[in-house]
């Protein structure tokens, strides 16, 4: 079965610092986009931070609105992702998810795949 | 970045009722557009992508269509389950974005 599980949720401080992981089964991970989205409380779905594949070098995208202070990376040999998440705001309190890419024909179409989601809470 | 804005952002249904939701872009973006649906609590579900192509385990009651900056969602027979908060998502450049949601309720 194609599983996705999210851990490392919590609540943390302004400013603060906080690891999550995606731990992925069932499939070839190496070869698979993966990606983290976001969802603040009652609104609606944003996307935070990608990795491609070892196809495409592991290259990495991020939105603006975390660019220099959240990492993406990955551990294909343990078949997890991971997104650090540094200088923490208010407005990143959310549920993240880990998503996997679906590709066709070597072009990405979306998003097939979704863990439960953890839930981080940045607030002093 | 990509705007989407969908329409309605609410529609009140019953069981049986034919509904379309469409989602409109900032600028073209080809046939790079994904549908997904969430129930409360629970993961995005991922229903069409590439505009018009159903994923697999589907129901054929959901189709898509469009190109370049309108699309739509139609659910032909509205069913129980298909009672959910409706996206559509760009992937057509970065940064990816999802358009506002449309809340589907019973009637």
């Known amino acids: 079965e194609v599983q996705l599980v999210e851990s490392g949720g919590g609540l943390v401080q302004p400013g603060g610092s906080l690891r999550l992981s995606c731990a992925a089964s069932?499939?070839?991970?190496?070869?698979?986009?993966m990606d983290w989205v976001r969802q603040a409380p009652g609104k609606g779905l944003e996307w935070v931070a990608r990795s491609r594949g070892k196809p495409q070098s592991y290259t990495t995208e991020y939105a603006a609105s975390v660019k220099g202070r959240f990492t993406i990376s990955r551990d294909d040999s343990g078949n997890s992702l991971y997104l650090q998440m540094n200088s923490l705001k208010t407005e990143d309190t959310a549920v993240y998810y880990c998503?996997?890419?679906?590709?066709?024909?070597?072009?990405?179409?979306?998003?097939?795949?979704w863990g439960q989601g953890t839930t981080v809470t940045v607030s002093s | 970045d990509i705007q989407l804005t969908q329409s309605p952002s609410f529609l009140s249904a019953s069981v049986g009722d034919r509904v379309t939701i469409t989602c409109r872009a900032s600028q073209g973006i080809s046939s790079y557009l994904a549908w997904y649906h969430q129930k409360p609590g629970k993961a995005p579900k991922f229903l069409i992508y590439a505009a018009s192509t159903l994923q697999s385990g589907v129901p054929s009651r959901f189709s898509g269509s469009g190109s370049g900056t309108e699309f739509t969602l139609t659910i032909s027979s509205l069913q129980p389950e298909d009672f959910a908060t409706y996206y559509c998502?760009?992937?057509?450049?970065?940064?990816?974005?999802f358009g506002q949601g449309t809340r589907l309720e019973i009637k």
């Open positions: 998503a996997r890419g679906h590709i066709v024909g070597g072009i990405y179409y979306g998003m097939d795949v």
């Open positions: 069932g499939f070839t991970f190496s070869d698979h986009y």
């Open positions: 998502q760009q992937v057509n450049s970065y940064p990816i974005t």
